[in-house]
Each structure stands twice: as structure tokens, then as C-alpha cells.
């Protein structure tokens, strides 16, 4: 199974050229417990958290199991869709600048600031 079922579900509902809408403003109170596998990082201790997970190799054990369950959808994505998920694949496996490169043309981006740096870091370490 995905590690977080909700953001497979955007990735295969986009993917295959859903419709994907977002509403700013919450209309659902995020829940939190003791088990939750990611916080919702909005302070700086979560913030930090996140860092020494990435540098651990969190991310990128998260990716091979977020890669086996969108390989699992990949009859519906669209050729475009494939085609990113099949440059992030090969990314991966590959020296800085030829990862670099790849992830760029992957077209993988965060909505935040931090998220966008984060990632960078990540894929500079090789940690993605």
C-alpha cells in the first residue's frame, strides 16, 4: 500500500488527467494521533523532524513504495504522466547532474517554499 493513501490517490486521479480542484480555505480539521506516519509540519520543530528524517533516507524509502503503488495505477495515467513517473524512476539511479536533470524534467515539484528546498536537498543527496 502507498504510505499515505490520499496523496496516492491526487497523484493517480491527476495522473490520469482527473480534474484536481483546491479550496484554500480548510473544510476539514486535519487529524492528528500518536501513529500518524507525517505530521502536518507547520512549525519549526516539525520542520526539523522532516530534515533528519530526509537525512536518513526516509524520503527515499517513501518513494519506493509511493513508485510500486503508482506502477501498480499505471495503465491509467496518461502518456504524459508515465512519462514523469518514468524520469523520476530513472533519476534516482543516477550521478548528481544527470539526477538533477532528470527531476527537473520530471516535472516533480512541492507547494511550499520549504517543501521545494527540501526536495532539491534531496535529490542533491541522493535521498529522493
Known sequence: PPVSHDWWAYQIISG???????????????????????????????????????????????????IRALQSGRAQLTDEAKQSLDHFVEARNRKILRRTWSMRSAKIYRQTTFGTIALGAAVILARV
Open 16 to 66: 490520469a488527467g482527473g480534474r484536481v480542484l483546491f479550496d484554500s480555505a480548510p473544510q476539514v480539521i486535519y487529524r492528528q494521533h500518536k501513529r500518524n506516519l507525517v505530521g502536518s509540519g507547520m512549525g519549526p520543530r516539525a520542520k526539523l523532524k522532516r530534515i533528519v528524517r530526509l537525512l536518513k533516507g526516509d524520503l527515499k524509502q517513501y518513494s519506493d513504495i509511493n
